[in-house]
C-alpha cells in the first residue's frame, strides 16, 4: 500500500483552495486517509477515492454531528481531529445540494486576525516610540556618540531580529489571507447577501451642509446614537458617513424623528441584516473589517407612534455590550500590562530615585509618553465597560 503525506503550511487560511486540491488528489487515483491539522499533514493511500466533492468543518464541540440533510445528500466523514473535520460525497459538486455551515470557521478565523491586529498594534506603538526617541537624540543640542562594544553574544541579537522579522512577515501574511477567506467564505454561504453601504460620497453643492467629528465613538455607542436623533430633531439630517467611521456629513432639512442603532459584531451577519432591512431600518455606514464588524440603523417614526428598537429583547442588547467591553479588554491588555511592567519596573524607580530633571532627555521622555499611554488605553477599555454597565442598568430597570 503506497502512501503520500503532504504538509501544507496554512492550509486554514485556504479552506475553499484546500478543498479544490483534496478534490484534485481524488481524481489522481488518492484516498485521503489521516489528517493531521496542528502539524499541517494529509496523508494519502495510492487507490481509487470514493468521494469526488470535500467539505472541512471547525466545529469548537468536536462532536462533528452530521445533520440529517447532510446525510440524505449522501455526506459522510472521512477523518477527524479534535476541532476539525473532513467529509465527503460521493456525487460531483454541482449534484451537491448542500454543505456544511461555516459560521464557526468564520468566528475563529475572526479571533486568530484579531490577535494579529493586538500585536501590530503593540508593534506600531513601539516604532512611534522609537522614531520619537531618535529624533529626540537628532535634536539634542549635545553630541550622542554611539560606541559597539565587540561581543559574541551579538549573535544572539541578530537571531531576535531575524525572528521577529519571521513573525511580522507571517502576521502580515496572516492578516492579507484571513481577510481574502473571509470574503470567500462569506460570498459562498449565501447568493442573496445585501449590500450595506450603498451610499456613494454625496457632492458637496449645497451650503446648508455641515461636517461634525466624532472621535472613539465605538467605545460609547449609546452616546452616538443620542447624538445622531439630537441633530435629526435640530434639524440636522445624516446624510453620509465617511469611511474612517469619524467624520459624519449632515444636511439642512426639517425636523424628524429618528431612531439610530449602532450594531456590532465580531463579522458581518447578512441574514441578520437582511432581517433588519426587512423590518424598515435604513444601513446608513458599515466597516469594511473582517475580525469585528459595526454599522449604522437608523429608522423614522412619528410622535404617535412608540420609538422603534431594532433589539426585540433586552438580553442581545445586553450580551452585545458585553461583546464590546470584552473584545477591547483583550485588544488594550497586554499592551497596558507592558508597559506597565517597564514604567513601573524600571523607569518610575530611577526617576524616583534620581530626580526627573536629572535624567536624560529620552529618559525624561519615556518617563512621560508611557504612563500617558496606558492613560489613554485605560481610558478606552473603562468606557467600553460603562456602556456595558448602563445597557445592564437600562435592562435591570425595565425589569
Avoid at 513601573?344 to 518617563?367: K, W
Wanted: charge should be positive.
Amino acid at each position: 500500500m503506497i502512501k503520500k503525506t503532504f504538509w501544507k503550511p496554512f492550509w486554514s487560511y485556504h479552506i475553499q483552495g484546500t478543498e479544490k486540491w483534496l478534490e484534485r488528489m481524488a481524481n489522481e487515483g488518492y484516498t485521503l486517509s489521516r489528517i493531521q491539522p496542528k502539524l499541517s499533514r494529509f496523508t494519502f493511500i495510492k487507490e481509487p477515492s470514493t468521494h469526488q466533492t470535500f467539505n472541512i468543518a471547525f466545529d469548537r464541540t468536536q462532536h462533528h454531528t452530521l445533520p440529517q440533510a447532510l446525510q440524505e445528500d449522501d455526506w459522510e466523514m472521512i477523518d477527524q481531529k479534535r476541532k476539525w473535520g473532513v467529509y465527503g460525497n460521493s456525487k460531483q459538486k454541482d449534484d451537491v445540494k448542500t454543505s456544511m455551515v461555516r459560521d464557526q470557521l468564520m468566528s475563529r478565523n475572526s479571533k486568530i486576525e484579531m490577535a494579529w491586529w493586538i500585536f501590530f498594534i503593540y508593534i506600531l506603538f513601539n516604532l512611534l516610540l522609537q522614531t520619537s526617541l531618535g529624533l529626540i537624540i537628532y535634536f539634542n543640542e549635545g553630541t550622542v556618540n554611539t560606541t559597539r562594544v565587540e561581543s559574541p553574544f551579538w549573535i544572539v541579537t541578530y537571531i531576535v531580529l531575524a525572528v521577529q522579522l519571521v513573525i511580522i512577515i507571517i502576521g502580515v501574511y496572516s492578516l492579507v489571507m484571513l481577510k481574502k477567506e473571509s470574503r470567500r467564505l462569506k460570498n459562498a454561504s449565501t447568493d442573496n447577501d445585501i449590500t450595506l453601504q450603498t451610499r456613494d460620497k454625496p457632492k458637496n453643492t449645497s451650503t446648508n451642509k455641515r461636517h461634525f467629528y466624532k472621535f472613539s465613538w465605538i467605545y460609547s455607542p449609546d452616546k452616538l446614537e443620542s447624538w445622531l436623533e439630537e441633530k435629526e430633531q435640530l434639524g440636522w439630517h445624516l446624510t453620509y458617513v465617511y469611511k474612517s467611521g469619524l467624520k459624519f456629513q449632515f444636511e439642512k432639512s426639517e425636523p424628524k424623528l429618528y431612531a439610530y442603532h449602532v450594531q456590532f459584531e465580531p463579522r458581518s451577519d447578512s441574514s441578520a441584516h437582511s432581517l433588519y432591512s426587512e423590518a424598515g431600518w435604513e444601513c446608513i455606514y458599515t466597516t469594511s473589517f473582517s475580525w469585528h464588524h459595526w454599522s449604522i440603523w437608523r429608522q423614522s417614526y412619528s410622535k404617535e407612534a412608540e420609538k422603534p428598537n431594532i433589539h426585540h429583547d433586552q438580553a442581545s442588547q445586553k450580551q452585545e455590550a458585553m461583546r464590546i467591553a470584552k473584545i477591547h479588554t483583550w485588544m488594550y491588555s497586554p499592551v497596558i500590562l507592558i508597559f506597565a511592567f517597564n514604567f513601573f519596573s524600571f523607569m518610575l524607580p530611577r526617576a524616583l530615585e534620581e530626580g526627573y530633571f536629572s535624567l536624560s532627555r529620552i529618559e525624561q521622555f519615556n518617563t512621560v509618553i508611557f504612563p500617558l499611554a496606558m492613560s489613554i488605553f485605560l481610558v478606552s477599555v473603562a468606557r467600553a465597560w460603562f456602556y456595558y454597565f448602563r445597557v445592564r442598568n437600562k435592562q435591570n430597570q425595565i425589569e
